[in-house]
């Protein structure tokens, strides 16, 4: 017992330091300490404190770096930029003959003077970015009722009969822009690494400034954005949107793109990485900060089942009042439901629990039925004791007939005259409710069926029946129970420490 709780004390100390580890590291980025040199020698300070004439000019070119003279084609060309405005652009953008025959586009987004060309100012600031990127198609869906394909197509994608099983040419038909609009003074020696290397420094006297920091946001781009591009395709459509943003949100929302790169390099899909982009694009960030602390505790609760559900079984030696058959059942739709998320292609983050999960119901069907496998070479052969399992199945099958009408005229007669809850498990429930709320957070965040949204609020139904039935047939502390005591007679002969 001493080694449970020890154990289950070091699980919750860990968890403890991670989250308060967690929370110091997002502190880290969300805040910066400004410079609080007065004589401003060691401080970098902002140019648009001068409240300069700027201009956004964006091309489109099918190199990737600007040496060499990489042939820019102006699609966009904003005179008088307000970086403290908002704004949207709607454009057609021309598709070179390379980019059609399965290339790459790239885009050059300029911010400079007004009235001088990007590559002639000094002063300019300039990031490149692709407006497509590779990724297997997907399949068209048709709907089984009406018999109409559900998949969004272009009139140009509708040429396409077969859809290839390779990565092709897809065209992002959004591009976010943004411009940090704090007045901010950093630290010559305290500039944090990540916003540094988006930054352009320029000397104006005995003072080092920063020129407009330039951010394109590439969360945005979502799976659900991405059109097909084939060799019919002449020009796409592209919205422009800009926005400015704050220091505390530019530095968080670098590291979460850095965090959906290394996921990528480590074999998330494209897919998998849209799931997770999903979470904070359609989030609010304050929102999104409580579901983090919600979901880690959620998270620990699962891992403290998964460990109790182990350790029951690992001591149990015989099937004596458990079903062998609900076992079994309950293994074989666990797993008929990782095999289907498998076929599926569904997101690693609910794959690898569902592939954990069968791994333990697999483990107890080999714990209930005592199967033994042994190995003739590379050749092995299984053995099991079956006959716990064929007395549970038949026994059930001779209960039932008196199982069933029983259970329907206890009900009966527990909704006339048993009208109390105090047999209920009341950990239990709160356990329950506890995780069922979690997962309605999880259902406003997460894209998913709305079915499925539906269900998450299931048990949120069962508990609040629970409550109103426990206010309105509220615990008799004086009644006896079936071990003739009650309530008050307990607490009266319950000895008082001083």
């Not at 609760?301 to 079994?328: E, Q, R, T």
């Not at 797993?335 to 119901?361: H, K, N, R, W, Y």
């Amino acid at each position: 017992m001493f080694q449970k709780t020890s154990f289950t004390t070091l699980i919750i100390g860990v968890f403890i330091v991670y989250v308060l580890h967690t929370c110091w590291v997002m502190y880290g980025i969300v805040y910066t300490k400004p410079c609080e040199d007065r004589s401003g020698e060691n401080c970098i300070t902002s140019y648009m404190t001068k409240n300069p004439r700027l201009q956004l000019s964006i091309y489109t070119s099918l190199k990737s770096s600007s040496d060499g003279n990489p042939n820019l084609n102006l699609i966009l060309n904003v005179d008088d930029l307000d970086i403290y405005s908002k704004f949207e652009r709607n454009i057609n953008v021309s598709l070179p003959k390379k980019t059609r025959n399965n290339g790459t586009l790239f885009t050059y987004v300029f911010v400079h003077h007004a009235g001088v060309l990007p590559w002639k100012d000094s002063k300019q600031v300039h990031i490149v970015t692709q407006l497509t990127t590779y990724m297997v198609p997907k399949p068209q869906e048709i709907n089984l009722i009406s018999g109409e394909e559900t998949t969004q197509m272009s009139e140009s994608q509708k040429t396409i009969t077969d859809v290839p099983d390779r990565p092709i040419t897809h065209w992002r038909s959004r591009l976010t822009l943004n411009i940090m609009a704090d007045h901010f003074s950093f630290d010559r020696e305290a500039v944090p690494a990540d916003v540094h290397r988006y930054m352009k420094l320029y000397q104006y006297g005995k003072t080092v400034q920063y020129l407009p920091i330039l951010f394109v946001d590439l969360l945005s781009n979502r799976v659900k954005d991405l059109v097909i591009v084939n060799s019919s395709t002449s020009e796409l459509p592209l919205t422009i949107i800009y926005d400015k943003i704050s220091l505390g949100k530019l530095r968080f929302w670098i590291h979460m793109q850095d965090a959906v790169y290394s996921l990528q390099q480590f074999g998330f899909t494209e897919k998998d990485a849209d799931e997770i982009k999903g979470i904070f694009v359609d989030t609010n960030l304050y929102f999104l900060a409580l579901t983090f602390f919600v979901a880690a505790f959620h998270l620990l609760f699962d891992f403290l089942a998964f460990k109790n559900d182990i350790s029951f079984w690992k001591k149990k030696k015989s099937m004596v009042g458990m079903s062998s058959k609900a076992v079994l059942w309950r293994c074989f739709s666990t797993i008929v439901i990782f095999l289907f998320l498998l076929d599926e292609q569904t997101s690693l983050l609910v794959l690898i629990p569902a592939g954990i999960g069968a791994i333990i119901e697999i483990w107890k069907v080999k714990k209930a039925f005592k199967i033994i496998i042994h190995w003739k070479g590379i050749r092995p052969t299984f053995q099991s004791l079956l006959f716990s399992f064929i007395i549970s199945f038949q026994a059930m099958k001779y209960l039932s007939f008196l199982l069933y009408p029983l259970c329907l005229g206890g009900a009966v007669y527990s909704l006339v005259y048993l009208k109390s809850v105090a047999h209920l498990p009341w950990k239990a429930f709160m356990y329950k409710a506890f995780n069922t709320f979690i997962d309605d957070v999880f259902a406003f965040i997460i894209t998913m069926p709305t079915s499925h949204r539906l269900a998450c609020f299931r048990d949120d139904v069962v508990f609040l029946i629970y409550l109103y039935q426990r206010w309105l047939y509220p615990v008799d502390k004086t009644r006896i129970n079936e071990y003739g005591e009650s309530y008050d007679e307990k607490s009266k002969g319950k000895p008082h420490r001083d």
